[in-house]
């Protein structure tokens, strides 16, 4: 991970979605990773797979979920099926 201020410690993923496990300097600011994160997915994957854009209007949306400390699978869970469909 790039971005000033950011450690990147694990990054687990799933046939639908990607965790990242981060510890950001709060002077940074947690919404600045996200953004750039989301921003240089987005840029590889249609480098990587050009059909991409002209068969989505959008990779990936503005939307996404912080917890601290123990967040509750059932808290994770609410917020993916929010997601769907979006």
Known sequence: MEEKG?????VPTMPDRVHLLVEVDPHYGLHKLVRASK???????????PWLRSRLPSLGTNSHFVATGRAGGLMV??????????
């Not at 950011?6 to 694990?10: A, D, M, P, V």
Request: charged share 35%; net charge positive.
């Open 6 to 10: 950011t450690w990147l410690f694990e």
């Open 39 to 49: 921003a240089r997915s987005t840029q590889m994957l249609g480098e990587e797979y």
């Open 77 to 86: 869970k609410r917020y993916v099926d929010t997601q769907k469909g979006r």
